[in-house]
Each structure stands twice: as structure tokens, then as C-alpha cells.
């Protein structure tokens, strides 16, 4: 993404979209009752609103940073319709979207009863997702998900960490030179790593990197997942890192706190063909430490792309994650 070409940003970008919308809209024979506004604005995405007489519609068009969310979001509607955004209308070109409202997010529920019983009837479901997911890897690599598997992930670690400049050295929150310097010496370490999780038996499959609780809606019965831009085919227990950050951040828990052991064995409990949840928490450690490297490759790529006048605004990101990583490794 070059200086001046975020694509919301540039003139007559939003009488195009704006005519988009009323055109499938009509299409849908959905009445129109009001403006259209634009209330998430990003370099990643935007999000465009309109009062319709069947309820809030909203459309959302995504940078080709996230560019295979568009064609994603499609595919998985086709498999688990209840649990994906209801798509009125799709161009997968200019990577547009028109969908129904998904309803209240999780995180309103969980900030308001302070409890996380909520994620026991989300988990089950997503699990479900992933492990149907995992038989598509192709599919999904084809239309551009991210390649995380572990096979590659010990050459894209390789290469982030090269790019020094990317690396904050020394600046607040960020690596020191001497974590920095850890980091260039533990390659073969974090080649082991993946190696070690790929014997695990669980298979690698379709994994959301930004699961957290204000991308899960919850309507009448029904359990959505939204905003798959940062998904990777790789391991499913990468999905615990956001995960659990986020409960940490709407509940305001410490990393210790009983309500997030609750929540990892929830998770791991949906996958007993391949152990006890005890014999797979040590997989799922092994799964955390190695998506936070997997979490730093994400947004390397995209504040890689992002116009020279933003990046400093997110760069502090890729150095934080790494920083996490490296000081989980024992000495």
C-alpha cells in the first residue's frame, strides 16, 4: 500500500461504493431509510452503514493487505451459514461486502455479567469450524490465506527478524538490542518449536488471528464470526493467543487468572480425539508461545504495506510480540 492509495481515501472512491450498495440493495428489492455513514475507518478496512427497512446493512471493503477476506468470508458462508456473516452481495475484485447486521457482540455480554459462561457455547462451534477447515488447506492457500504452516513458519521467523528497522530497538515497550540479539541466536530453537508441534497430531487447519470477543456477534441463538482478514492456515491453537488477551482486556485479568485457565481447557476440550485436555495443555503452551511469533508476522505484513505517514502509529506491534515471545523461552 503505497503513500496515497488507501483505497476509501481516494476521490470518487465512496460515489462508487455508495452506488454499489444501493444498486445490490435494490437488487435484494431492501428499501433504503436513511444515509449512508461511515463509522470504522482504517488503513486495513472501512465499514459503511445503512438504514434499511430490514434492519441495519452494513458493507465493508478491505485493503489487499487483508485481500482475501472478501473470497474467505464467501467460502465459509457455504459451510456453516449460521455462523458467518449473511451476505447480500460480494465483489471480490474490489474485495466488497454487503451483509446483514450479526447482531450484539460477545463482548458487551461478557464486560456486562462479568463471566466468561458465554465462550462455552462459542467454543464448541469454532472448534467445530477448524476442524471441518482442515481438509480445505489448499482451497483456503488459494484464494490467499495466509501460509502460516510450521513447515514455513522457521523461514518467515528467519526473515522478520532481518529486518531491523522493523525491530523498534531500544524504544519504549519494544525489544532491547540484547533481546534482539536472542532472538538472531534462537532460529534453530524456534525451528525445534514447530517441529515439536507438528508431531503433536493436532492437524493444521484454518486459524482466525484476531479471535477475540468484540468479532464474535451473538444473534437470537445464533454464534457469528466476523473480520476474517488475518487468518492463516496453520496451527488451530494459535487461536489462544488473541483469545485469551482479549478476555484479559474485558474483564481486566491478570495473566494468572483462574478465568483464562477455564477458558484454554474449554477450548482444548473440543479437541479430545486427539488427547486429554491435560496432555494437551502442554501442546497448547507450545501452541502460544509460537503464535506470538505468528501474531508479529501479521502485523509485519501489514504495517509493511501500510503509507510511510501511518507506520509509525502500529510499528510498535511486531517488536511487542516478539519481545513476548522471546522472553517465554527459558533462558
Not at 57 to 75: I, N, Q, R
Not at 273 to 284: D, I, K, S
Request: hydrophobic fraction near 45%.
Amino acid at each position: 500500500m503505497n503513500e496515497n492509495n488507501i483505497p476509501w481515501s481516494q476521490p470518487g472512491w465512496h460515489a462508487l461504493a455508495y452506488e454499489w450498495i444501493r444498486t445490490e440493495l435494490k437488487r435484494c428489492a431492501i428499501p433504503i431509510m436513511g444515509e449512508i455513514e461511515q463509522p470504522h475507518f482504517r488503513p486495513w478496512s472501512t465499514v459503511l452503514t445503512v438504514k434499511t427497512a430490514e434492519g441495519l446493512v452494513f458493507f465493508k471493503a478491505t485493503a489487499p493487505c487483508f485481500g482475501h477476506e472478501t473470497a474467505l468470508t464467501a467460502f465459509l458462508s457455504g459451510f456453516a451459514p449460521q455462523n458467518i456473516p449473511q451476505l447480500l452481495a460480494v465483489d471480490l475484485d474490489r474485495r466488497w461486502m454487503l451483509m446483514r447486521d450479526s447482531g450484539t457482540p460477545l463482548r458487551r455480554f461478557i464486560r456486562r455479567t462479568r463471566s466468561v459462561q458465554r465462550w462455552q457455547k462459542v467454543l464448541p462451534i469454532f472448534a467445530g469450524l477448524q476442524k471441518g477447515m482442515a481438509s480445505h488447506q489448499a482451497e483456503l492457500l488459494g484464494m490467499g490465506v495466509f501460509d502460516r504452516r510450521l513447515a514455513v513458519l522457521p523461514g518467515l521467523f528467519a526473515r522478520l527478524i532481518s529486518d531491523e528497522s522493523a525491530m523498534q530497538l531500544d524504544q519504549e515497550d519494544s525489544l532491547t538490542t540484547a533481546e534482539y540479539q536472542r532472538l538472531g541466536a534462537f532460529i534453530p530453537g524456534f525451528t525445534s518449536m514447530c517441529a515439536r508441534l507438528a508431531v503433536s497430531g493436532v492437524p493444521e487447519t484454518l486459524h482466525h488471528d484476531d479471535f477475540h470477543d468484540g468479532n464474535i456477534f451473538i444473534q437470537d441463538e445464533s454464534i457469528i464470526f466476523t473480520d476474517w482478514g488475518e487468518s492463516a492456515v496453520s496451527h488451530p491453537f494459535f487461536t489462544l493467543v488473541v483469545m485469551l488477551r482479549g478476555l484479559e482486556n474485558s474483564l481486566d485479568l491478570q495473566p494468572d487468572a483462574a478465568e483464562l485457565d477455564t477458558l484454554r481447557d474449554w477450548y482444548l476440550s473440543q479437541w479430545s480425539e486427539y488427547g486429554t485436555v491435560t496432555g494437551l495443555r502442554p501442546v497448547a503452551r507450545l501452541a502460544e508461545q509460537v503464535g506470538l511469533v505468528n501474531r508479529a508476522l501479521t502485523w509485519h505484513n501489514l504495517i509493511s504495506q501500510l503509507p510511510e505517514s501511518l507506520r509509525n502509529e502500529y510499528a510498535i506491534a511486531v517488536p511487542s510480540y516478539l519481545k513476548d515471545f522471546i522472553n517465554s523461552i527459558e533462558p
